[in-house]
T-cell receptor
């Protein structure tokens, strides 16, 4: 079993849809949870950062962490074609031991 | 990308050759990391360094070497011992002061073995 599981997709939605991206993990010691967005042939850019359980909202993006279920989610409201990218979840106990999901490729169609 | 520079953007290597990928940062971050990204797989850690003149192996260090002679620079050498080096290589940095920082990535180098 991989330490972090993420459905690679691809996921295709119409513009304006609500997108839900998810990851599960097995290491209960993870306490820092991140979502990165990666455009084609570019480096990942940090989108959301959450410590421990709970929700965090930033504009159209909401990150949720459920440590009891070892499950994290990223919601994108009013999705735009510019949101088309690969979304990577990442998590760690401390800064130098991050574990990444495989990434979900998202396409938002106009 | 911010203050992290990786060069070259594309690199081609013949089998049996060593190549060195450059990573430079002007963020004054303490730690630097090298990851490898392959299609359908998550980022895998090759090496990391938290201070100058010290570095640690990651999950897939075999066939790679690094140095950290300056805080700003963390070059990665892909040696001929790496059996499947074709991949997208990403350098990342983090400021170690406090627990709320996370890793920031450079633009990457795509290495292709001919």
């Amino acid at each position: 079993q991989k330490e972090v599981e993420q459905d690679p997709g691809p996921l295709s939605v119409p513009e304006g849809a609500i997108v839900s991206l998810n990851c599960t993990y097995s290491n209960s010691a993870f306490q820092y949870f991140m979502w990165y967005r990666q455009y084609s042939r570019k480096g990942p850019e940090l989108l959301m950062y959450t410590y421990s359980s709970g929700n965090k909202e930033d504009g159209r993006f909401t990150a949720q962490v459920d440590k009891s279920s070892k499950y994290i989610s990223l919601f994108i409201r009013d999705s735009q074609p510019s949101d088309s990218a690969t979304y990577l979840c990442a998590m760690s106990e401390r800064n130098n031991d991050m574990r990444f999901g495989a990434g979900t490729r998202l396409t938002v169609k106009p | 990308d911010g203050g992290i520079t990786q060069s070259p953007k594309y690199l081609f290597r013949k089998e049996g050759q060593n190549v060195t990928l450059s990573c430079e940062q002007n963020l004054n971050h303490d730690a630097m990391y090298w990851y490898r990204q392959d299609p359908g797989q998550g980022l895998r850690l090759i090496y990391y360094s938290q201070i100058v003149n010290d570095f640690q192996k990651g999950d897939i260090a075999e066939g790679y070497s690094v140095s950290r002679e300056k805080k700003e620079s963390f070059p990665l050498t892909v040696t001929s011992a790496q059996k499947n080096p074709t991949a997208f290589y990403l350098c990342a940095t983090t400021k170690l002061a406090g627990n709320k920082d996370t890793q920031y990535f450079g633009p990457g180098t795509r290495l292709t073995v001919l």
